[in-house]
């Protein structure tokens, strides 16, 4: 009878394809870690948001400039704006709102600009590799302000409001790192049909 362990790992082969386990993580065809079955609060959470992070990852890999500057009509939407977009969407909800730290750049600059969408539409003039290195980087900042969070204990760090919308309003980091995952989720499929007409990569 196979192990309760090995039942699972089958399971979600059937549904992502090959899966493999580093550090006691199970990591699927496309480098995505599974959120955690049987877990508290904080690790379920965290585990979905890196999930959907390591989507985004997927979804711009091995493109090249030009590719990441394609957009599907009648959106003007890419994935390089993506990235750029999801590395300011990092910074403004962890490193500004609960990191209580002020915008760093490109940010502080960008946001001089009278067009709204500066994150979105700049993207169009960097580099793949910037806006992959920028992303990773963002991504990198808000672990560690987790990180940081959760050392005081998890049930106080995850109550704790935070000024933000410009001090109309508080969020907790509960609140943050749900919001989070639907924003991910969100421009993921977005991703999934901006790839798919690119160079017809599709899957969940």
């Known amino acids: ?51 959907q992070r390591a989507t985004l990852d997927w979804k711009c890999g091995g493109l090249d400039d030009e590719q990441l500057r394609v957009a599907l009509p009648p959106s003007p939407m890419t994935l390089g704006g993506l990235l750029k977009h999801l590395a300011r969407v990092e910074d403004y909800w962890f490193t500004e709102v609960v990191g ?12 001089t600009s009278d067009d709204p969408d500066w994150d979105w539409a700049s993207a169009a003039a960097d580099s793949g590799d910037y806006l992959r290195a920028l992303w990773v980087e963002r991504v990198r ?30 969020a907790s980091l509960r609140w943050v790192l749900v919001h989070m995952i639907e924003e991910y989720a969100r421009h993921n499929g977005h991703a999934d049909l901006i790839r798919e007409s690119i160079d017809g990569q599709a899957g969940e």
């Open 1 to 51: 009878m196979p192990s309760r362990d090995k039942a699972r790992g089958a399971g979600r082969a059937g549904r992502s394809g090959k899966v493999r386990t580093v550090d006691e993580l199970t990591i699927d065809e496309h480098g995505r870690p599974e959120p955690p079955l049987e877990s508290g609060e904080v690790a379920t959470v965290l585990g979905f948001l890196a999930y």
């Open 100 to 111: 209580g730290q002020p915008a760093p750049e490109p940010w502080a600059s960008g946001e």
């Open 141 to 170: 900042q808000s672990n560690a302000v987790v990180a940081a969070q959760l050392g005081k204990g998890e049930a106080p760090a995850l109550s704790e409001p935070h000024p933000a919308w410009g001090g109309q309003g508080r």
